[in-house]
């Protein structure tokens, strides 16, 4: 016979402890050797030898064999408790070498939210494969409400996500703010120098993501236009790039986006001082950061700031709380 | 009952109009009748939780327990710590006296956490969680006094005050974890308040001056600002932590109509400064009131 690897001993022997102590705890269970062989589908006299076997390795007595059934020793008792931490960790092990077969685990479920721009996308599906050749990312697009919805009900390990973004149960990575500027007609007064002050804005009509979509958002960034001096005299609802430069080409009116490549007649310019961003982060279900997604979200941080002009924090902004605020800071 | 779902889904659109997610319970105090959104969720109540603790001051005076009129003395700062707050004694400086009911006029009227805190002292948390417990309020629970509260938002903002705006720092706030701070459930506060207005935690002139108490709050912002008319009473106490508005208090009709409402908000956006965030509060509330009254 050939020689075995002494892994394979090993592994040997611990298969047999196992199915002898599952055999004992059975045994112990039903303190009797008649049921307990029943359970087991076996001989009674095979399962009384293997407990004897077991008996014999360990160098102690573990049951008292009497007229009504099997009683636990005091060791007994000792080994049943040790019996149920083993095979407990064993049912572990054998669960998650199931989940590993069946691919659960090495895919990673991540999603995007609308508009990061194709090679922003394009790069975090290049950088990630870089990064984890054995892995698989399913990438898919959704709007932060879908993704916040999915990473709570489990079917998705990690996302990119716009704030404002409802906490519960999620966990963030660091904040990153995109810029916001002026998408005008190339004809437009206003596009002829390179950046633009918000107060110039005051009076136009102003284009948008539709409300709904993201109220928070859409309020918080009217609010800032106002901090900056910017009174729209409306404000309308483009829902994708095309709808949205098409109302900019009819002329008059003026679209907030993030930093849009230059083309059939319109153009893009920056807001001076950077008053108008949004902010992304990276998003997962609390507690929940494996390897994968903290290589998903390192990678996003990285490609975020190379190809969707993300960039950290400008500077702290100052809070003043009000007295009905409640909370001190 | 079509109607009263009809209402819950207009509450719940408001809710999404002003980038929050809320939970609220209204009930009729004299028929029971009830309207609800996650009406048993667990809440962290916040400084809704200081309606328990006035509660409390008074049906323990209701059993000669305590006596209401008690002086405290308040030691000039920085003699002892005042807890954290932008109003009342926590923004003041020198040393008072004030008796026990004052204190709670105070912790009522502009949310005043030292007065609030000064109250947790002399009645103690068990005797407050006790006294709700006897109401039938199981889920009722306050495990620390404001200072504590703060403490604990400091210690996760890592004392950067800026770092509460931060949505990172924001999500894995303590004081936000209903299991790890005061808490309770919006019927249950709409609970505690029908049985203050039905005489139930405490009877004759101690429930006469609770109820007036608790009418005695400054801001109008939220649960008021939805029921903007001269002859409809509004009572009520506020909640607040970051992202976090609540409101609780009881409306009253001319007509007798009265209505005990909570509403329990939490706000996508991280800003302090959310005006929309705190209308939706009275906006949702008359919504149910109005469901229940027709």
Redesign the interface.
């Known amino acids: 016979m050939a020689m075995k690897g002494i892994g394979e001993c090993l592994s040997l022997l611990l298969m047999d402890l196992l199915l002898h102590l599952r055999y004992f705890r059975t045994v112990a269970e039903e303190q009797h050797f008649g049921r307990a062989a029943a359970l087991l589908r076996m001989a009674q006299p095979s399962l009384s030898q293997r407990i004897q076997r077991l008996e014999r390795e360990l160098g102690v007595r573990l049951l008292d064999r009497g007229a009504r059934g099997a009683t636990l020793t005091p060791a007994g008792r000792l080994v049943l408790a040790e019996t149920d931490l083993l095979l407990a960790a064993a049912d572990r092990l054998a669960a998650t070498v199931a989940r590993v077969h069946s691919g659960a685990v090495g895919t990673l479920r991540a999603a995007v939210p609308p508009g990061l721009g194709a090679t922003a996308v394009a790069a975090l599906l290049t950088a990630f494969r870089a990064h984890s050749p054995g892995a698989t990312l399913e990438l898919r697009e959704l709007p932060t409400a879908d993704q916040t919805a999915e990473l709570t009900a489990g079917t998705l390990d990690v996302g990119i996500v716009r704030h404002p973004c409802p906490a519960p149960g999620l966990a963030f990575g660091p904040t990153l703010h995109q810029p916001l500027g002026a998408l005008l007609a190339a004809g437009d007064p206003l596009a002829g120098p390179p950046e633009l002050p918000a107060a110039a804005l005051t009076g136009r009509d102003l284009v948008l993501f539709p409300r709904a979509e993201a109220p928070a958002l859409h309020d918080e960034t009217l609010t800032a236009c106002a901090r900056h001096g910017c009174t729209p005299a409306t404000v309308l609802a483009a829902n994708g790039p095309d709808f949205t430069r098409g109302l900019v080409l009819s002329g008059g009116a003026v679209a907030l986006v993030p930093r849009t490549p230059d083309e059939a007649g319109t153009v893009w310019r920056p807001l001076r001082g950077t008053p108008l961003t949004w902010r992304t982060s990276t998003a997962w279900p609390e507690g929940k950061d494996s390897p994968a997604v903290r290589l998903f979200t390192d990678t996003a941080h990285a490609v975020l700031r190379e190809h969707a002009d993300m960039r950290t924090a400008p500077s702290a902004r100052m809070v003043f709380p009000r007295p009905a605020s409640e909370f001190p800071l | 009952m079509t109607a009263h779902a009809a209402a819950r889904r207009r509450i719940t659109a408001a809710f999404?109009?002003?980038?929050?997610?809320g939970l609220l319970h209204a009930v009729d105090i004299d028929t029971g009748t009830a309207l609800g959104i996650g009406s048993d969720t667990l809440v962290p109540t916040?400084?809704v939780h200081k309606l328990c603790l006035v509660a409390t001051l008074y049906r323990q005076s209701s059993l000669g327990l305590i006596d209401p009129t008690r002086p405290v003395e308040i030691p000039a700062i920085p003699a002892e710590d005042r807890a954290?707050?932008?109003?009342g004694l926590?923004v003041m400086r020198d040393a008072a006296r004030l008796s026990l009911r004052d204190l709670a006029s105070l912790a009522v009227a502009?949310?005043d956490n030292t007065a609030a805190d000064l109250l947790w002292d002399a009645l103690g948390l068990d005797t407050v969680n006790a006294t709700m417990t006897g109401l039938g309020l199981t889920r009722t629970h306050a495990v620390q006094t404001m200072r504590e509260l703060?403490a604990t938002?400091r210690e996760d903002a890592a004392g950067e005050?800026?770092a509460?705006?931060?949505?990172?720092v924001?999500?894995?706030l303590r004081a936000?974890d209903p299991t790890r701070t005061n808490r309770s459930t919006p019927r249950e506060i709409t609970a505690l308040l029908a049985a203050v207005w039905r005489d139930e935690v405490c009877a004759g002139e101690y429930g006469e001056e609770l109820r007036a108490l608790l009418g005695l709050q400054a801001?109008s912002?939220r649960l008021a600002a939805g029921f903007p008319f001269d002859d409809v009473r509004v009572s009520g106490k506020?909640?607040?932590?970051?992202?976090l508005r609540h409101e609780a208090g009881v409306v009253e009709y001319p007509d007798g109509g009265r209505y005990a409402v909570a509403v329990f908000t939490?706000?996508?956006?991280?800003?302090?400064?959310?005006p929309?965030a705190d209308a939706v509060i009275g906006g949702a509330a008359r919504i149910a009131v109005d469901a229940l009254r027709a």
């Open positions: 999404a109009d002003a980038g929050v997610t916040a400084s954290p707050g932008a109003t926590s502009v949310s703060f938002v005050p800026a509460l705006t931060d949505p990172a924001v999500a894995r936000l801001w912002h506020t909640g607040s932590l970051p992202t939490r706000a996508a956006s991280t800003d302090v400064t959310l929309a």
